[in-house]
């Protein structure tokens, strides 16, 4: 038993002697050595390695001349391996530290991404190997991604990344919408009917001109007629036929009417 314990101790301390001369590998490099050995991992894709010198580097020498491009290229390697709320907060530093860098519009497009991708990164880990619906994303992250993109618009209109912004920023808007009217369904279903007419009106005034309107209209139809809410229910089915004359869901709600 001795000798087990005895042996025991020699393998945490040649253990603890291993990493203490990993982590030292290090220590007498200067920025430019930590510089070119972070920078070759980035672009060689090795990102968690390329986030581990940039950290070094950031801590080592905060004020270098390679202080601005590497913490810049820190929140893209946290990016890069999925650490989404490490590439945000790196950007916000970015951001508070260097306001007049040339690149500093590029941090708040790398901000809107990291938040962008977060809200996929949040369904697909609890629905794994399944094709997700873009709806059912993480809707706050979606929010905050759409926030992200919107300031980088208002503060920086001319910048390269405001097309594939705005992009983004439709492709979240509609489904930030679709979960709206996923949400009214649910409360269909529930039997929650008001609720249900809340969710969908809600769409109709802030999310006008995705797919969903019409979508939501029925619902808000459906829901005022069975709650016999009459003036209510004729007006969104006016808006409904007025805008989409073909819709199927007309003839559903002109059915709930006879009956």
């Known amino acids: 038993m001795r000798n087990l314990v005895f042996f025991l101790v020699i393998f945490l301390l040649s253990s603890c002697s291993y990493f203490e001369e990993k982590e030292d590998e290090t220590k007498d490099w200067d920025a430019d050595r930590l510089y070119s050995e972070a920078k070759g991992n980035l672009d060689a894709g090795f990102y968690s390695d390329a986030v581990d010198y940039y950290q070094r580097l950031e801590s080592r020498y905060p004020f270098g001349e390679h202080a601005q491009q590497s913490l810049l290229d820190l929140a893209y390697g946290y990016f890069k391996s999925e650490e989404h709320d490490a590439s945000i907060a790196a950007c916000n530093r970015f951001i508070k530290l260097y306001p007049q860098n040339i690149h500093v519009d590029y941090a708040y497009y790398l901000k809107g991404l990291a938040s962008f991708n977060k809200g996929k990164a949040s369904v697909q880990r609890f629905i794994p190997n399944e094709i997700v619906d873009e709806s059912q ?46 949400v009214a369904t649910y409360y269909m279903r529930r039997g929650a009917f008001l609720a249900a007419a809340n969710r969908a009106r809600y769409v109709i005034e802030n999310y006008n001109r995705t797919p969903v309107v019409p979508e939501a209209l029925v ?26 004359p073909n819709h199927p869901g007309i003839y559903e709600i002109e059915d709930l009417e006879i009956k």
């Open 137 to 182: 994303r993480d809707t706050g992250a979606s929010q905050e991604a759409f926030q992200y993109f919107s300031e980088l618009i208002k503060k920086f209109p001319n910048s390269e990344y405001v097309d594939d912004a705005e992009q983004r920023m439709r492709h979240l808007r509609n489904n930030l919408a679709s979960n709206e009217v996923f």
């Open 219 to 244: 619902i808000m139809a459906r829901a005022y007629r069975i709650l016999e809410m009459e003036d209510l229910a004729r007006d969104a089915i006016r808006v409904l036929k007025l805008n989409y």
